[in-house]
Every structure is written in C-alpha cells, then in structure tokens.
C-alpha cells in the first residue's frame, strides 16, 4: 500500500554561502526521500530560502542593490549546491514566493482576528545577526551566548504572539508522543527550555527599522518578524500541491534541523502552528554538528567546508557521489562528526573503491571471461556458501529497512556495507577463477557468479539512495535499475548480459611526503620535558547524554569546552551514573587525544574520573568556565596534538585532601582547584 511520506529541510538563510552543514541536511532529506520512493511510497521533499530580515537589507544596502536583487542572487547559490549534490527535491521555496507571502498574511489575520497577536511597547537587548531579543540572563560583556554577537538595547512598539499560552498544550503533545522530537535526548533539551515560564514572541518589526519582510495586513508600519514568516513555510511549501487522491501533504512525516535551531523549530514552530489550528508535523529530527579535523567550523579558522571544493578535488573517484557517501556513513544521526581528507580518502579506497568497486569488476571480470559475458541463471537449489549469502541479502535489506524507519542511516549503510564485505568472502571461498580450470566444477562455478551477481544487484540497490549516478551506472550495465521492488532475492533473469564499463571507483592514490634536506633535520623541537605537559586538560560542560546506541556500557555526551566549541566524547560512565543526571555538570576532558571511533560513533577526547576502593566512581568536578586549561603547580603548559592514549597514560593522577594532584602537585583549572569527592589516593583515569 502507498503511503505518504513528506520531508522537509531548514531553510537556509540567503546571507550565509553553503557549506557542508547545509549540504548533510539537504543529502540527508534526499537520501530518505530517494529511500522511500525505492519502497513505492508517495514522496515529497521541500528545500528552499529564507530571504528576508535585517542582515538581507543591510547587505542589499552595502552592495548597492535592492532587496529583491540581492536574495534573487544570492538564493541561486543554494539552488547550484542541490544541483551540485543531486538533489530530487519537489520544490524549492522562497520565502519571497507569492503563495507564501499571501498565506503568512492570511495566518497573521487570523490571529489577530483571534485575539492571539496584541500590541505593546518592548524594551530589550536586541542581536541583528540572530535578529532576535535576548534577555539579560544570555548576556556577557554585552555579547550573546554565541561567537560575535553584538547586542544593542532598543526600545519600540511591536506586536506579540501570544506563544505562553501554548506551553502546556506542548509539553503535553511531546509527553504524548515520545518520538516526536529525535534523538530523545533533544527532546530532553526541548523539556528542560519548557520548565521554565514561556514568554510571548515578538512577531513584528516596524519599517522605521526594517522595511524587508511581509508586511502585516492590519498594520502597514510594520512588517513580519522573519523567523514567524519562514517558520511557516513548510506549511505552505505544500499547499499547492496534493497527492494522488487529492489529499493534503500535510503533516509533515519529518522535519529535519541542526541541533543550533532546535528551539526555533520545536517551541516557537509548533505554537505558532497550534494558533493557527494547523495540525503539528509527525517528527522533528535534530542532527549534529559537522567539525573539520577535530575543529568546530568557523570562519575565522577558514576551516568551513565547501561543497563545491569537496566534489572538484575527488572529482577523478566519484567526486559528488563520494561526498553524498562519506556524509551519511560519518555521522550518526543526531551526533556530531567530523570532516578530513583522511577521512575521504579511507571511504573513497576502503568502501568505495576496495569493496563496491572491487565486487562489481570481479564479478563482471569472471562473467564475461567463462560465460561469455551472460550472467548464468539461480539453480532451484543452492549449496551451503550460496545459501549463507542469500539468506545475508535478505536479512540485510530486512535490517537496512528497519533502521531507515528509524533515521539511523549510517547504521544502515554499515549493514548495507556489511552485504559488501560478505561477497567479497563468498568469491574468496569460493574461488571462481579456480572452479573455471576444472570441467567438472561448471555448475558450481555457473551458481557462484549467478549467486554473487543477484547478491550483488541488492547491494547496489541498496545503497541507490545514497549514490545514484554510481549505484545506475552500474546496475545499468547488468541492464537493471533501482526501482520499488527490486530489493526482494531472485529478480535477475537469467542470460542478462553483464556489459563492460570503466572503473566505478577508482582508488585514491596518496602521494607520500617528499623527505626534507637532512640539513633541516638539526632543528629539532624542544623536548617536553614531562608528560603532564603534552596533555591539553580542560574544563567541559555536559550538555546532554545518551545512553550510546550500540555499546552497553558507554554513554555519548555533548560537551561544551569553550573556545574549543561542541566536542562529543563516548564515555564507559553508564553503570555509575544515569545519564539524566549528567546534564550540566563539568568534567575534566582529556581534549587533545586523536580522535576514535568506539562502536561506529565518533569520540573526541575522553573524561576523568576517580576510582574508590569499593569500586564507586567519582567525577572530577573543576570550577572555572568551560574551556579552562588545568595546569599543575610549577608546570609549563606544552600541549600536542593528536595523542595516542599511550602519551597519557603516564600521567599518574590521585586524589588528595578532595583535590585533584599530579604527584605532589595541586592541579588548578581556571585557577581554581579541581575537586573530588574519592577518597583520598584514589587513582584518576
């Protein structure tokens, strides 16, 4: 039976230039919508701008253009990278469509027709790059809670959406309704802002400020707020349009975000909805950030990745596609990852190249060398090997299914890629270019090369959704396609040629770094001279924490550290303390180890914690801001980079007086000492 399935991405704001955040999100929606269309699902997938506020006008006004000149040209950016990264997005919208423009005033009518929107006079501290009021409590040095956010106090007349009285109708629909907001520990984000008293949301800017926006139809001086006007957008992104039986797209089946708009998409949103008496969508889906090198991405750095960079520099092995495949199988859903040309270059040689690749010439090699290129047909009955790779095929696409039901799309590409690995096993065991040397053997060898091409046309189907132009271009030269039903065991005719064609992935060759003149091998860099030096402590944050989605023992934190930005590190606390307790306290992070991947989610760095006798476990508990560096009395602060653990380990911690020590040492982190409350001598690891 067809069903709906609708996804949405943010839209993106004009002013900003696509970057690899932008490009997850949109591959993500794609992926899921390129899934569901493989399953014979009805689909509609929304992309699109956000084009007006304050940051538009004032950089229309620098360039010396109009508003409307400046996002028709700057929007265009976006529309490439979609074309760029194939994209099969339904509709692109602007939020200076006129369908749109025409329905926000609509609801902004009937609201206040409704009495849900009034007029009052506001005094705040307000951002123009967020274009948005902060309260005094998100305020430091009179900046806002993030990098570069100047705030200025302003006075004015606005008007208000009444959002407080729809708080605990809110709070109520997420306890209803337990997946609405994924991964779960979001949703506890969302619950902890709703504890405390929701204000009412300005909604209007006044043209003596801001003349770009929609102008509000029962007050020409004032123009619509612009996260009220974009929020809206996924609403009438649809309302054109209607399935196959007439009926609406809406609600959304998901909507995707990044983690850093989650408060504008899970409470703002869904208020707005509510007073507007538009049904809420099904599920909101709060993904990670993307780091580069360990490195939150900024632009000061000039560490952000382009897309269009990424796809020219591995354009020679597959370029686009390699990039589509790297984003899904790096970052678990709802973590954070990061982005490095080692990275790249292990996916495009080990998975790509080494085991995608690798199967399809194999394959086709063997076929067109003892069959004369016509792959032999299924026998009735399978030996051992055979039927061990079918039943793999069968139970990895029933798996893949599952986990793609739950967003958990790097989980299934690994399952997708473990289907790879197993017909790599199954030529080995059986060896096909040795069953062609023997006459006797034709049979076995015709139910090999039938068997490992069938295994391998669902393996290609597979992972279709994530690599299009690869998966076609070679199911096509089996003269197969990836459309709904083909993932089910049996479907390749018998006699299908198996055509030639060029290397799917070629391997990536890293060239070695030349060796220096030995004359430059004199100037050495001073030794460290203890191991407590080389190692970059700091204080971190806990901002939330999940039990780990493969591993028992280990729980996944989200920490911030500062000036370091968002790290997440895999920590084995989960015995000792529940994770809805962790929230909020600091820690000691190790914050310069390499970093690892424990069960298939990425850690970067690791946390302390103190050992007692009887086998409780203590966190260390640091008083300074996060982002402090912990240093030892009368010690140089020399940190590496990329430590193995090894570098670590001689770093003997204990204890002492309820104080943290490096030997006889009292360690400090803000100049504040590092507390714990172990006993005294108890170990620190």
């Known amino acids: 039976m067809t069903k709906p399935f609708y996804v949405t991405t943010p839209i993106y704001y004009v002013n900003d230039v696509p970057h690899i955040g932008h490009a997850y999100t949109s591959v993500l929606a794609d992926v899921l919508a390129r899934w569901h269309r493989l399953l014979g699902d009805e689909v509609f997938f929304l992309t699109g701008t956000d084009e007006h506020g304050q940051k538009v006008q004032e950089a229309a006004a620098k360039a010396g253009r109009t508003p409307q000149e400046h996002v028709d040209l700057t929007s265009q950016r976006f529309r490439e990278m979609g074309k760029l990264l194939g994209l099969t997005n339904d509709r692109f919208i602007r939020t200076t469509d006129p369908d ?22 506001y005094k705040g501290l307000y951002n123009v790059r967020d274009e948005r009021f902060y309260s005094e ?61 929701l204000g009412d949301l300005c909604i209007s800017r006044p043209k003596t400020r801001l003349s770009w926006g929609i102008e509000l139809p029962f007050d ?39 983690k850093d708009i989650l408060t504008t998409h899970s409470v703002y949103w869904p208020s707005m909805l509510m007073g507007a008496g538009i049904e809420l969508p099904k599920q909101i889906l709060a993904h990670g950030w993307w780091m580069a090198d360990g490195q939150k991405m900024s632009k000061s750095l000039g560490n952000v990745v382009d897309p269009f960079e990424v796809a020219r520099k591995y354009e020679s092995v597959g370029g686009v596609e390699a990039f589509r495949f790297f984003l899904m199988r790096e970052m678990v859903v709802g973590q954070d990852s ?103 053997r034709q049979d076995e060898l015709a139910e ?19 690599i299009p132009g690869k998966s076609a271009e ?57 191991p407590f030096e080389a190692v970059d402590f700091r204080i971190a944050k ?41 929230p909020g306290r600091k820690v000691l992070l190790v914050a310069n180890l390499k970093k690892a991947k424990l069960r298939g989610v990425e850690s970067m760095g690791m946390i302390l914690a103190a050992d007692n006798a009887d086998g409780s476990v203590h966190l260390l508990e640091p008083q300074g801001e996060p982002g402090a560096f912990a240093t030892a009395e009368g010690m140089d602060h020399k940190p590496g980079v990329n430590l193995g653990i090894e570098a670590v380990d001689p770093v003997k911690l204990v204890v002492r007086g309820g104080k943290l020590h490096y030997g006889q040492l009292p360690v400090s982190a803000g100049n504040l000492p590092v507390n714990c409350s172990a006993q005294d001598e108890a170990s620190v690891h």
């Open 220 to 258: 020409r001086d004032f123009v619509t707020y612009v996260w009220f006007d974009a929020l809206l957008n996924y609403f009438t992104g649809v309302l054109p349009s209607k399935r196959a039986d007439g009926t609406s797209w809406w609600p959304a089946s998901v909507h995707l975000i990044g």
């Open 338 to 440: 990061s982005f490095s040309d080692a990275g790249m270059i292990k996916v495009v040689n080990g998975d790509l190249a080494n085991d995608i690749g690798n199967i399809v010439s194999r394959i086709r090699k063997q076929v067109a060398t003892q069959f004369e290129g016509k792959i032999p047909a299924l026998p009735s009955s399978l030996g051992e090997l055979s039927k061990g790779l079918r039943d793999k095929a069968i139970s990895v696409v029933a798996e893949v299914e599952n986990l793609m039901r739950l967003f958990r799309v790097s989980f299934a590409m690994e399952e997708s890629m473990s289907l790879a690995r197993a017909i790599n096993s199954y030529l080995e065991s059986t060896a096909p270019w040795k069953l062609a040397k023997d006459p006797s």
């Open 100 to 121: 749109h423009t025409a329905y926000v005033q609509k609801v902004m009518q009937e609201l206040w027709d409704k009495g849900e929107i009034y007029k009052s006079a």
């Open 474 to 530: 070679a199911l096509a030269l089996m003269g197969e396609t990836a459309v709904p039903g083909k993932l089910a065991w049996g479907l390749l005719p018998a006699g299908r040629e198996f055509m030639d064609g060029p290397v799917l992935f070629p391997r990536l060759e890293v060239k070695k770094p030349e060796a220096k003149p030995a004359v430059e091998a004199v100037a050495k860099p001073e030794p460290v001279k203890d």
């Open 137 to 197: 409590s998100d305020i430091r040095e009179g900046r806002g809670p993030g990098p570069d956010e100047v705030v200025e106090e302003v006075e004015e007349v606005n008007y208000f959406f009444r959002m407080s009285s729809y708080q605990e109708r809110l709070v109520a629909h997420i306890h209803a309704n337990p997946a609405w907001i994924v991964p779960e520990y979001r949703k506890n984000e969302v619950l902890g802002f709703l504890r405390q008293p």
């Open 542 to 582: 806990i901002v939330s924490a999940e039990d780990h989605p493969s591993a028992e023992k280990l729980l996944v934190l989200q920490l911030d550290v500062g000036e370091l930005g968002p790290r997440q590190v895999c920590a084995g606390i989960k015995a000792h303390f529940p994770a809805a307790t962790l």
């Open 448 to 466: 090999v090369l039938a068997v490992s091409s069938e295994a391998l046309r669902i393996l290609l189907v597979l992972v279709s959704p994530v």
